[in-house]
């Protein structure tokens, strides 16, 4: 029969099952030493569980042996996120902080008055089905929802595994919480919804370029909100020829451009390009930027007075902020699916439903994939490193009809006679 007695083992020796009872981590670090109890499976037992004991009281603050450190009184979950938030947090990109925000709070109301020992993985399991309980029948998570609840519960794993590092608890009760990683999303957006969003910003009450203006550079260069949203002025300026390298033959092509050459336009004789610093990855990417879209973000420039930003909010004149930017693309959402509904396309307006600003980032790397670019090109672009853009392609990029005909095409070609060949045939004919 198995016994189960916390910190109870047994080890096989050419004598029988020597037994002893051994510290965990934070027990062995506060100078708790190993028992041994010999073969003596009943003497184990109960040793074990005195020990356990004598634990417990000096985990509340009670009697100890004198080489062990006194303990902190028991602190609560709420004080172990207080300190996580403080301590542990500023450190990282400033983009896992904001997206960090919502988790802890959750965690903060479930369980933030409660010792850290309460939090146990039974609860934590109790904790997932009630924020995102399973229907069996639909296959589908209600409440919070998979991606939702699925960020509640890492977060807490993240938090936990600092918390157990720095003391505060034994173990990491979020290790395994029962909720596998959502799929990936597969959204893409295509130039229908671009388009669909152009005008649903433009039709609101009051208008908004700027919402449309990020949306479009979102798919053009493939960067976060965040990145797209804090895009200035000094980000914005000319690419010297010498950036080129040994393709100068792609700098005089961009210098063909209609914009470029436009003697009218701010810059004319120059290629132009966007230079990023990402927030999330600190990397520095430098776009070159043409066309249309070119004379979109110089018009932009050159209408702003009052920021330095490009994309400002029409309302305050300054740079938007992420959550009031976020309320107004929803709200840009919603305007382009009563457009859709009211011309009768019942399909589009289900497919705009689905479409989020950060699926553009993925959408530009899949465009240009299916343009036919290297990952390397890719990653010149997007900023990721060059192992992502492979691994997006594969995971996130849909097989699309196009992919599917340039591999059809590609077989005709393959299939049809040497030039010479096919020329000897024609003569014949």
């Known amino acids: 029969m198995e016994?189960?007695?916390?910190?109870?083992?047994?080890?096989?020796?050419?004598?029988?099952?020597?037994?002893?009872?051994?510290?965990?981590?934070?027990?062995?670090?506060?100078?708790?030493?190993?028992?041994?109890?010999?073969?003596?499976?009943v003497a184990a037992v109960k040793g074990s569980e005195a020990r356990n004991l004598e634990i417990e009281g000096w985990r509340a603050g009670g009697a100890k042996p004198a080489a062990v450190k006194k303990i902190v009184k028991r602190q609560t979950f709420g004080a172990m996120l207080k300190a996580y938030r403080e301590q542990r947090l500023p450190m990282l990109a400033a983009s896992t902080q904001r997206t960090a925000k919502t988790p802890l709070d959750r965690l903060e109301a479930w369980a933030g008055d409660m010792p850290c020992g309460w939090v146990t993985r039974q609860r934590v399991r109790k904790l997932r089905d009630a924020i995102a309980p399973f229907d069996a029948e639909t296959k589908t998570y209600g409440g919070l929802g998979h991606q939702a609840a699925f960020h509640v519960l890492e977060q807490g794993r993240t938090v936990c595994k600092w918390g157990e590092a720095e003391g505060w608890l034994e173990s990491n009760p979020f290790t395994s919480f029962g909720l596998g990683k959502p799929p990936p999303r597969q959204i893409i957006w295509e130039d229908h919804h671009r388009q669909s969003f152009v005008d649903g910003a433009i039709a609101l009450d009051p208008p908004l370029p700027s919402v449309a203006l990020a949306i479009e550079i979102g798919l053009y260069i493939g960067q976060r909100q965040a990145d797209v949203l804090k895009l200035s002025r000094s980000s914005w300026r000319p690419i010297p020829e010498r950036k080129f390298r040994n393709r100068p033959d792609l700098y005089h092509q961009l210098l063909q451009d209609p914009a470029a050459i436009d003697p009218n336009g701010p810059n004319p004789g120059e290629v132009m390009g966007l230079y990023v610093r990402q927030g999330k990855t600190s990397r520095h990417v430098g776009i070159p930027i043409e066309g249309d879209m070119r004379r979109r973000i110089e018009a932009a420039i050159a209408a702003n007075t009052t920021s330095t930003a490009i994309v400002v909010c029409e309302r305050t004149g300054q740079p938007w902020a992420q959550d009031n930017f976020q309320h107004n693309i929803v709200r840009t959402r919603d305007k382009a699916i009563e457009l859709a509904t009211k011309a009768g396309d019942a399909d589009l307006a289900a497919e705009l439903v689905e479409l989020q600003f950060k699926d553009l980032r993925r959408s530009c790397v899949v465009v240009l994939g299916e343009l036919g670019l290297e990952p390397g090109q890719i990653s010149a672009i997007t900023g990721h490193k060059l192992a992502t853009v492979i691994a997006i392609l594969e995971i996130y990029m849909p097989r699309t009809e196009a992919m599917a005909a340039g591999a059809v095409v590609a077989r005709l070609e393959d299939r049809r006679p040497p030039a010479a060949e096919q020329e000897e045939q024609e003569n014949v004919a």
């Open 3 to 41: 016994i189960e007695v916390k910190g109870l083992r047994g080890k096989k020796t050419a004598g029988g099952i020597r037994y002893y009872w051994e510290p965990n981590g934070p027990q062995r670090k506060a100078g708790w030493e190993p028992l041994k109890f010999g073969f003596d499976l």
